[in-house]
């Protein structure tokens, strides 16, 4: 059973950041990502990373967020920055069990989700 715990969501005004963290069963072999959903909007996948560190990124948060992960710690990153009022939703952590990720930041690849970490941007 594979075990997703995302951490690190909140409240930030406009322009500011967090950083969110993803404790995993294990990072190093798996496609990992994140992915965010607004009221009454889909699912939007943001960026992944597969085991040889291949990353992608959706284009509305290419050069604001960055993923990252530390297999030493079995724990996925996603450090926002510059955040919108659109950028508030649910963020989930998902998992591929595969070593890579074929669909990009597709959220149909991913066979695990966390529960999800509430990030809100307001003034």
């Known amino acids: 059973q594979v075990q997703l715990m995302e951490s690190g969501g909140g409240s930030v005004q406009p322009g500011g950041s967090l950083r969110l963290s993803c404790e995993a069963s294990?990072?190093?072999?798996?496609?990992m990502g994140w992915v965010r959903q607004a009221p009454g909007k889909d699912r939007e996948g943001l960026a992944s990373?597969?085991?040889?560190?291949?990353?992608t990124y959706a284009d509305s948060v290419k050069g604001r967020f960055i993923i990252s992960k530390d297999n030493s710690k079995n724990t996925l990153y996603l450090q926002m920055s510059n955040l919108k009022p659109e950028d508030s939703a649910m963020y989930y952590c998902?998992?591929?069990?595969?070593?890579?990720?074929?669909w990009g930041v597709g959220v149909n690849q991913y066979n695990y989700w966390g529960q999800g970490t509430q990030v809100t941007v307001s003034s």
């Open positions: 294990k990072t190093s072999e798996w496609c």
């Open positions: 998902a998992a591929r069990l595969g070593t890579n990720c074929p």
């Open positions: 990373i597969d085991k040889w560190d291949t990353i």
